[in-house]
């Protein structure tokens, strides 16, 4: 156990790593060399990845592979998915492929809207409230022109302002809800600036507003934020093919593979314990895609999940039928997403991820992401309704089963050999290793 350290964040880097090695580990020098090691031969690149954070002691990497042949709206993309799971880059690939000959993804943007609210009490009677705030709403606009002179050049900036009423929620609760268009920026320090000014109006003018009793003129500005919660900037990625088009290797009864796969999503749909693994699936490919591209994964999650209980209960994001022969499976994500300012100019990989991509619009990128998400789903369940999961998962875990053991190359050939026509588990590997080394 250790006690508090004071000051931490001024220290060194060099004096903080000594201190991590000195306070957590029975040899310190290794730790510190295992530390370095991890850090950018090139001081200028390490220095630019230091300061993303606060406290940055080394980097922490994540591999950065490659999906490529999906074929979207008719274009073929190049896909950079940064993620530690084995088997998810494998199955978007071959998700890929398998569409590409059928037609590939087509992807539909049905709305962009992002939002903000600034939340706050008054305490009085609500139709003057409503009164002041028609007659203030276009002060929310002019006194924020500043700050959205460049988003609205760009063709973006404050859609509109709403009051909302949620005395219903908390006794003297109400917002400004306030929607926005950001263009191809993520938008959410554009956003947040925006809301601030907006909270400041409010107070000022609720101060100078006659009709206000002393008490009425007293709001309280809880917060200002923008929501992660993104129901109307939805993307919507299917892909269709008639029912026979859909044999292939292992799918040698393409109506019973079809009906088997539609029952799956249906239990997604209809369950929440099976829904939130279905969606998890999606969400394998979307955050890889997110992350490499220096998207914001923690607000895509949390939208997401949001939009998936959006009927009241936790559900597919995913849906497929079968209709006059047609096999469709689709789903509909809300991304809130950016391909300009944050970490798009400054991570040296981020702006290679996005030159693969060809210099996505956010609109694109959306696209390119749902697409891979449904791809993702779309393995998942292929294998789950065929083979089952663990074979092909494990077939792509070996390597970290072989590395685990420090297997030498000599022995990965055999083991590999030999696991082309056995089941791959932990422990059949595991016993594998240990008759070679006998
Ligand atoms: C594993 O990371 C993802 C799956 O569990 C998704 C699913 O069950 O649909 C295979």
Redesign the pocket.
């Known amino acids: 156990m250790n006690d508090a350290v004071a000051g931490f964040s001024k220290w060194s880097k060099e004096q903080k790593i000594d201190w991590i090695a000195q306070t957590y580990f029975s040899n310190p020098d290794e730790a510190v060399s295992l530390i370095k090691n991890y850090w950018n031969s090139d001081e200028n690149l390490q220095k630019l990845h230091d300061e993303f954070i606060e406290n940055t002691i080394t980097n922490f990497y994540l591999p950065l592979g490659i999906a490529p042949n999906f074929l979207i709206n008719a274009k073929y993309y190049t896909v950079p998915m940064a993620i530690e ?1 084995s ?2 880059v494998a199955a978007a690939a071959k998700s890929a492929k398998f569409w590409a000959t059928r037609g590939g993804f087509k992807t539909t943007i049905i709305g962009t809207e992002k939002i903000g609210q600034v939340h706050f009490t008054f305490n009085g009677e609500i139709h003057k409230l409503e009164k002041f705030f028609a007659e203030t709403k276009p002060k929310f606009f002019s006194n924020t022109e500043e700050l959205t002179k460049n988003m609205r050049q760009r063709g973006g900036g404050i859609s509109d302002i709403e009051l909302r009423n949620k005395t219903a929620l908390m006794p003297g609760y109400f917002q400004l809800h306030a929607t926005f268009e950001t263009k191809d920026s993520m938008g959410a320090n554009f956003i947040n600036s925006c809301l601030e000014q907006f909270a400041k109006t409010l107070t000022e003018e609720a101060e100078n507003h006659e009709a206000f009793s002393k008490e009425e003129k007293n709001i309280r500005i809880v917060m200002s934020i923008l929501s992660n919660y993104v129901p109307n900037c939805v993307v919507r990625a299917e892909v269709s093919c008639p029912v026979e088009d859909l044999a292939d290797k292992s799918i040698d009864n393409p109506k019973y593979f079809a009906e088997k796969f539609i029952q ?1 999503v249906r239990i ?1 749909e209809v369950e929440p314990f ?1 829904a939130v ?6 969400m ?1 490919g979307i955050d890889a895609v997110v992350l490499a591209t220096g998207n914001d994964f923690r607000a895509i999650e949390a939208g997401v999940h949001a939009y998936a209980s959006k009927s009241g209960q936790y559900s597919s994001l995913s849906h497929a039928q079968i209709e006059d022969g047609i096999f469709t499976f689709w789903l509909e994500v809300p991304l809130a997403l950016g391909t300009v300012g944050g970490l798009t100019s400054l991570h040296p990989l981020v702006k290679m991820a996005l030159q693969m991509l060809e210099k996505p619009s956010a609109a694109d990128l959306m696209q390119v992401i749902a697409s891979v998400g449904l791809a ?2 779309f393995a ?2 292929r ?2 309704t065929t083979t089952g ?1 663990q074979e092909g ?1 494990m077939k792509m875990h070996l390597n970290n089963i072989l590395n685990q053991f420090g297997a030498t190359e000599d022995e990965r050939v055999q083991i590999k050999k030999h696991f082309k026509t056995h089941a791959v588990s932990h422990s059949a590997v595991v016993n594998f290793i240990e008759s070679l080394r006998k």
């Open positions: 799971e088997s998810v799956a997604a099976r693994t279905h969606n998890k699936g999606i394998n993702q789903n998942a369940l294998s789950l999961i998962h």
